[in-house]
């Protein structure tokens, strides 16, 4: 397959789940809306394994540090006065961090769809 055809396979990280998610929903936009989705979407996306490597620096350093990543504010802050939920809410975060990123990279692609979806 032509990289040119899917730039996707280009992200780290990406999962086949992501990637039909992404196939799924640019399906209906041409291809300058596709480009522009890219762009739009390459620059939020988050790795699953920086969110691993931000879960692993709560874990030791400050907790929460992950859940600011992805813009969970009211969590971060949670964790960080809680300490992680005396370590337990982070340790749970290292084993779903996928599923943190997975989430977060859903939202960003639906707002990278409807901002490429306006442009004409």
Same mark, same amino acid.
């Given at each position: 397959?032509? %990289?040119?055809?899917?730039?996707? %396979?280009?992200?780290?990280?990406?999962?086949?789940?992501?990637?039909?998610?992404?196939?799924?929903?640019?399906?209906?936009?041409?291809?300058?809306?596709?480009?522009?989705?890219? %762009? $739009?979407?390459?620059?939020?996306?988050?790795?699953?394994?920086?969110?691993?490597?931000?879960?692993?620096?709560?874990? #030791? #350093? #400050?907790?929460?540090?992950?859940?600011? /990543? /992805?813009?969970? #504010?009211?969590?971060?802050?949670?964790?960080?006065?809680?300490?992680?939920?005396?370590? $337990?809410?982070?340790? /749970?975060?290292? /084993?779903?961090?996928?599923? $943190?990123?997975?989430?977060?990279?859903?939202? %960003?692609?639906?707002?990278?769809?409807?901002?490429?979806?306006?442009?004409?």
């Amino acid at each position: 397959m032509d %990289m040119y055809q899917n730039p996707y %396979m280009s992200f780290p990280g990406i999962t086949p789940e992501e990637m039909g998610f992404l196939q799924q929903a640019t399906a209906e936009l041409d291809d300058n809306q596709k480009k522009y989705f890219y %762009m $739009i979407y390459s620059g939020k996306r988050k790795n699953p394994q920086d969110i691993l490597l931000f879960t692993l620096l709560g874990l #030791v #350093v #400050v907790a929460g540090v992950q859940r600011f /990543v /992805v813009g969970q #504010v009211g969590m971060g802050l949670l964790y960080l006065f809680t300490g992680g939920f005396c370590l $337990i809410g982070t340790i /749970v975060d290292l /084993v779903n961090h996928k599923a $943190i990123a997975t989430e977060f990279n859903r939202k %960003m692609a639906y707002e990278s769809f409807q901002i490429a979806k306006m442009s004409n």
